[in-house]
């Protein structure tokens, strides 16, 4: 199937940038729409952002304007760019990749294993 593995994950004072990246191998010519997601301490997983193979995007209210999410399908990778880091940002960021399955259009979602924030002073 598909295989997703994180990296760029640090830790970053309040205000700090950091990119993160996700290497998809595999199937990879069945993914379709990807995203990131995080999971702070005690919450539940949120979703971060989401863009299509054709490039487009959503965010989460409160990433927006703050993170950028990107693909390159030539190198089968996914990133997400954070400016102005906030401690409510501390999270494991995960990485998503939705494929097709069959010729009816049946989906599945593969998960990367994550990649710790940590935004401190």
């Known amino acids: 199937q598909v295989q997703l593995v994180e990296s760029g994950g640090g830790s970053v004072q309040p205000g700090g940038s950091l990119t993160l990246s996700c290497v998809a191998s595999g199937r990879v010519y069945n993914i379709v729409n990807m995203g990131w997601y995080r999971q702070a301490p005690g919450k539940e997983r949120e979703l971060v952002a989401t863009i299509t193979r054709g490039g487009t995007t959503n965010y989460a209210d409160s990433v927006k304007g703050r993170f950028t999410i990107s693909r390159d399908n030539d190198k089968n990778t996914l990133y997400l760019r954070m400016n102005s880091l906030k401690s409510e940002d501390t999270a494991v960021y995960y990485c998503?990749?939705?494929?097709?399955?069959?010729?009816?259009?049946?989906?599945?979602?593969?998960w990367g294993k994550g990649t710790l924030v940590t935004v401190s002073s």
């Open positions: 998503k990749a939705g494929v097709v399955v069959n010729v009816e259009g049946a989906g599945m979602d593969h």
